[in-house]
């Protein structure tokens, strides 16, 4: 077996192991379940172009969810720019209630989206993913104390969103 076979062998176990975590990461930052394998696809391609720095880096998939981070950011400032474009063309925008209908139905994906995008990453790295802050500021590229505040910053915001005294964390990550 040639190095060559050896990469691919290596990247077919990687891809095996992290495409689901990668497609749940894509789906809770940007919000849409269609999007998250095409951004963990795109992802992953990505790195298979670059398989030979990856697999040398000290923490592969920390670069992976960065990857998937990014082009989920892409993903999220494009949709944004299309909304201000349609914005100009209809006047007459329908009226959203930030409460829901229901008190008892809390819908935290809709927080999520609410949030910065960074703020929104650290929590969904965080609590739903259950990385470290080490292993949150690795994969975003930024500091452990900015894991820190943003985190902090971003689940008193969504106990606000939500209206809810509980743990936010709870309710984003399921964790008790």
Known sequence: MGTSDDAAAEFHAFFERHYAELARLAHLLTGEADAADDLAADALLALWHRWDRVRAAQHPAAYARGVVANLARSRIRSAVRE??????????????????????????????????????????????????????????????????????????????FLGVPARASELVGGRK
Do not use: N, Y
Not at 103 to 127: G, I, M, T, Y
């Open 83 to 160: 909304r201000r474009r349609v914005a100009l063309f209809w006047s007459q925008r329908p009226d959203r209630t930030d409460d829901p209908d229901v008190p008892a139905v809390v819908d935290v994906q809709d927080a999520l989206r609410r949030l910065p995008f960074r703020k929104r990453a650290c929590v969904v790295l965080r609590h739903a993913f259950d990385l470290s802050e080490r292993e949150t500021a690795l994969t975003l590229g930024i500091s452990v104390g900015t894991v820190k505040s943003q985190t902090s910053k971003a689940m008193a915001q969504l106990e606000q």
